[in-house]
């Protein structure tokens, strides 16, 4: 029986075992047709959607011609807005000609060079008649200014250039070489200034560009050998050889910078000129014939004077800014052969790949000492300190009943510390403390350079023991000798920013929104004007005395870099920001495009622009007519790569980032014609109705921002 059972187990066994072999053959023969089945499917899904997809890209194309061409008719806005500039300029240099009003006209070398001459000639030197001939000269250095950076390069000759740059650097120097003819002035009489207290002499003069604070050492007691400007709060401790000695000791703080680089002084916002959409056309037709045209790059290295190579003589300096605010550089090959066509498309070197300008890096990487200022990373914030050690002059005595001075014509000169006889013996250093204005913003502990005039640049040697309260908004510190002192700043504290937003307000009215680490900056636009409306910082609002004055997009960032707040990417800046570096020319017609909608449509920042690579850019929109405030669901989101135009299917909150389209949607060669599809017929009929000027500042704050890469 055992036996019997065995063999009955056996072939239990092989029965099993062979049903077992069926069963995975059948479950792998499913498993395979399953799979076969699907990949069938995924395969049908795929012909489809590349079916579907082709279908779009014909029907793209079918309409890019007439859609490139509506967009041209909407872009001679751009066009308009430059022919108004211009025709302002003329009407405004003639009006300045009509008035009379015995001022010169910048721009007229004779004008110019008259008015000069008869201040250099003119021996009042009060030091208030120099303060307000120096508001005049500074409004003259102003509109020069404004000139260079405002006027397009077809509108301005190179010789016209080269004149007004150095007309700036004449008159910056004159009015330098006044003060000082005022400061000599003021010492011969210093005595007349003695303080009751002390019997030294002290003063503070003060307008609203300049703080000017004198000291003379009448007594020469070493216990008064440190002083304190009380109405301003700078003051000084000398060491005790200069508190015995025949010295006074001037601060003279000028809010403007007249010592940095010229090239510095009037950075230019990158200029575009209108991207003809009727030249496009042919264009977007060779590229689908020659796809690979647009992998070829010819690149043309942009000139940029390196800090080193800048130098004191003005001729120099005028033409090293030249070629700095001209540089630029070039696109791919196929956007090259458009821009010989239409002669309006002018890629910025500010919106340039970076890529192009590695060469031109090479000259400022390779400086190697650690005390020189990198003025693409460090800006000056908040004027310039002329602290100076000076001889006193003779002064005046009284015999009987004449006044009797001892005439000296060597004009004011500089008391020499540390001795030029013992340089190698150790000198105790000079003792700073200067109160910081209230109408600057330092994010960080400011840095302190003082400037080198045999290298022409900034330094931060010779500068120790800084101690910064920023409470008090004071900075103290020492000096190892006399120097011109700035206060710096990093120039990319705030970027990258953390979020955008640019939304309607009201017919040719916007609010430019722009969130950074440390601030909210809200810029209003109206018409042709800008104005700041609120800056705040944790929560509070600052720099009021700049806020709710309507200007210019251009004096509007000379305004906000001025006082610490600098949201204008520069050139170099994507060197010391980590940002995702987009296609210049499709970040550039997104800004265009957007600027021509603004009036109906708002825009916002997106996490997924940082997703979406180099060769495209990603926003929010949403059709916006109305005051309130937009709700996260009016949203929608869009990719754009200056070619094409697409609505994504994803959201702002989708767990991952896909280019896959929103169900129902199309392609457009156009951003305008995309929103189109979605767009009310109010909506359009604003887009439409926008005012020229409006559009134009539009553009211009978002160029300069540059809020598709620095965010």
């Excluded at 099993?16 to 479950?27: G, S």
């Excluded at 540390?418 to 330092?442: G, N, Q, W």
């Excluded at 929608?636 to 929103?662: D, H, P, V």
């Amino acid at each position: 029986m055992s036996s019997g059972k065995k063999k009955v187990s056996k072939a239990e066994q092989l029965r099993l075992q062979k049903e077992e072999e069926e069963r995975r053959l059948k479950e792998e023969e499913e498993a395979q047709l399953q799979a076969q089945q699907e990949e069938a499917a995924r395969l049908e899904k795929e012909r489809i959607e590349q079916e579907q997809m082709e279908n779009l890209e014909a029907k793209d194309q079918e309409r890019r011609e007439s859609e490139l061409a509506e967009l041209h008719s909407l872009e001679q806005k751009f066009l308009s807005a430059q022919q108004w500039k211009t025709d302002y300029r003329a009407n405004a240099k003639w009006e300045h000609y009509l008035s009379c009003d015995g001022s010169p006209d910048p721009t007229v070398l004779q004008e110019i060079n008259t008015f000069m001459s008869l201040w250099r000639e003119d021996r009042n030197e009060d030091v208030q008649l120099v303060m307000e001939k120096g508001e005049q000269v500074l409004n003259l250095i102003e509109k020069l200014q404004f000139l260079l950076l405002d006027t397009s390069p077809n509108e301005i000759t190179e010789k016209e250039t080269v004149q007004y740059q150095e007309s700036i650097l004449e008159l910056q120097n004159l009015l330098h070489q006044k003060y000082n003819e005022a400061t000599e002035h003021l010492l011969k009489t210093a005595n007349t200034y003695e303080d009751s207290e002390t019997g030294n002499m002290q003063a503070v003069i003060k307008d609203k560009n300049v703080t000017f604070c004198i000291w003379a050492n009448l007594k020469k007691k070493v216990r008064f050998k440190n002083h304190v400007f009380c109405d301003v709060e700078h003051g000084f401790d000398l060491p005790k050889s200069l508190a015995v000695s025949n010295v006074a000791v001037r601060i003279l703080h000028t809010q403007y910078d007249h010592v940095s680089p010229l090239w510095l002084q009037c950075q230019s916002v990158p200029k575009l000129e209108v991207l003809d959409s009727e030249e496009l056309t042919q264009h977007s037709k060779d590229n689908v014939e020659e796809p690979e045209e647009e992998e070829k790059t010819d690149r043309e290295e942009p000139r940029m004077p390196a800090e080193e190579e800048m130098c004191s003589d003005e001729r120099k300096s005028a033409s090293s800014f030249k070629e700095n605010s001209s540089s630029i550089a070039g696109i791919n090959e196929a956007e090259e052969k458009t821009e010989k066509k239409s002669e309006i498309l002018d890629v910025p070197s500010q919106v340039q790949d970076p890529r192009m300008q590695e060469k031109t890096n090479e000259k400022q990487k390779a400086i190697t000492d650690d005390s020189i200022v990198d003025l693409q990373q460090f800006v000056p914030v908040g004027g310039v300190y002329h602290i100076d050690a000076l001889q006193l002059p003779p002064q005046v005595k009284q015999i009987k009943d004449w006044n009797m001075v001892e005439l000296l014509d060597v004009g004011l000169e500089a008391y020499p510390y540390p001795p030029e006889e013992a340089e190698e013996a150790t000198h105790p250093p000079i003792h700073i403390t200067l109160r910081l204005s209230d109408h600057v913003m330092y994010f960080e502990d400011p840095v302190i350079a003082r400037w080198d005039p045999a290298g022409q640049r900034w330094r931060t040697d010779g500068i120790s023991n800084v101690t910064y309260k920023k409470q008090e908004k004071s900075i103290t510190f020492e000096m190892d000798a006399f120097y011109t002192i700035a206060l710096l700043q990093d120039a990319h504290c705030n970027m990258p920013y953390r979020a955008w937003e640019l939304r309607p307000t009201g017919v040719d009215e916007a609010l430019l929104r722009v969130t950074t680490v440390f601030a909210t900056v809200q810029i209003q636009i109206k018409g042709n004007q800008c104005m700041l409306s609120s800056v705040a910082v944790e929560e509070k609002h600052v720099l009021s005395h700049v806020t709710g004055k309507w200007t210019s997009p251009l004096d509007l960032r000379a305004v906000l870099k001025k006082a610490g707040v600098n949201i204008f990417p520069g050139q170099y800046s994507y060197e010391y920001v980590s940002v995702n570096k987009k296609a210049p020319l499709a970040e550039v017609r997104a800004y265009q495009q957007m600027a021509l909608v603004a009036s109906a449509f708002a825009f916002a920042w997106s996490k997924w622009n940082l997703e979406a690579g180099q060769e495209k850019v990603v926003f929010k929109v949403s059709e916006h007519l109305k005051a309130d405030s937009i709700e996260d669901k009016d949203w929608s989101l869009y990719m754009f790569n200056g070619q094409k135009a697409q609505k994504l299917k994803i959201t702002e909150t989708s767990e991952t980032f896909s280019e896959e389209l929103e169900e129902g949607t199309e392609f457009h060669s156009t951003l305008y014609h995309m929103l189109k599809d979605f767009a009310s017929k109010e909506a359009i009929d604003k887009v439409e109705a926008a005012s020229f000027l409006f559009i134009d500042v539009v553009y211009q704050l978002l160029l300069a921002t540059r809020v598709l890469t620095y965010s």
